[in-house]
């Protein structure tokens, strides 16, 4: 039985991730026929469908999901023992790709990462914490830094800063006057809430539940810069970890207490490309600069 080539996979994953045959040629720098050739043959080994077409666009058949993230894997690994053959020393070329849901605890370790190692690309992506885990379980995100309650077993986590859960809204709004909330206080109130994606909410609803607490969502976004905007035109009150907004002029940043909920902000990675190089020195670096995440609310 033929087994699958590298020139298929590779030209599985160009697809899946452009999700049109001529970008994937551009992409590989080969022909569109010799794209659809590696496809065809591809999927003939494989037996099922792998791509669904519509028209000129192309996109993942839900059952090979997983294919495709062993696909990725397995490119990943391969990439990584190309890169040791020819330089064992240095980290002079590549790209690493990275999921963040705050930006602004991120910044001080994608700063001091682009300084240390110039000659590296780097991708990024902002989005929902589960979001963003299920990106790098899929293989499109080579590290995301995310906000869960309990590390991800099925990746590899290294804790970056333990943070509160703050509620901000417009300036001047009288339920952000005493300087901090309580649980209670949130019952029936028009609030904005990140999409059911966002591990900061799951974390909110669950001991919304537990307390008999109504959360009121009049809108749901899935941007900080939208919940901003919302919070700030005084549609409703947000919920945030304590430094990813600060108050300023046009909102008000309060924490909530009774019962202070706290969240952890990981950086994960898939266990199988934790020791790579280029995201083994992200690791290094952000265990360096974790402590300069700043952003901590002036909480009294």
Not at 109 to 134: C, K, M, N
Not at 146 to 158: C, G, K, N
């Amino acid at each position: 039985m033929p087994s699958v080539t590298l020139a298929q996979m590779r030209a599985v994953e160009a697809l899946a991730r452009t999700g049109k045959f001529s970008r994937a040629a551009e992409d590989l720098g080969i022909s569109q026929p010799s794209v659809s050739t590696q496809i065809q043959s591809f999927e003939e080994l494989c037996r099922t469908r792998i791509f669904i077409r519509d028209g000129h666009n192309v996109s993942i058949a839900p059952s090979a999901l997983d294919l495709i993230a062993k696909i990725r894997v397995t490119l990943k690994c391969l990439g990584e023992v190309d890169r040791v053959i020819a330089d064992t020393t240095s980290l002079n070329t590549g790209t690493v790709s990275i999921g963040f849901s705050a930006h602004r605890l991120i910044m001080p370790i994608l700063t001091a990462f682009v300084r240390q190692y110039p000659a590296l690309r780097l991708t990024t992506r902002g989005g929902p914490s589960l979001e963003l885990a299920d990106a790098v379980l899929r293989g499109e995100l080579d590290v995301a830094a995310i906000s869960q309650v309990a590390p991800d077993s099925r990746l590899s986590s290294l804790l970056l800063h333990q943070s509160r859960v703050a509620i901000y809204g417009r300036k001047g709004d009288p339920m952000l006057e005493k300087g901090r909330l309580t649980l209670a206080d949130l019952d029936g109130q028009d609030m904005v809430l990140w999409n059911k994606s966002s591990g900061t909410r799951t974390l909110l609803e669950a001991a919304a539940a537990k307390e008999g607490v109504r959360l009121k969502p009049v809108l749901e976004v899935a941007t900080l810069d939208v919940a901003y905007a919302a919070a700030a035109a005084g549609i409703g009150l947000a919920i945030s970890i304590e430094g990813e907004v600060r108050s300023d002029d046009h909102i008000d940043v309060v924490p909530l207490v009774e019962p202070e909920l706290a969240i952890g902000h990981y950086l994960v990675t898939l266990p199988e490309c934790r020791d790579h190089a280029a995201i083994q020195a992200f690791f290094e670096v952000a265990k360096d600069h974790a402590l300069e995440m700043d952003g901590v609310l002036p909480f009294n």
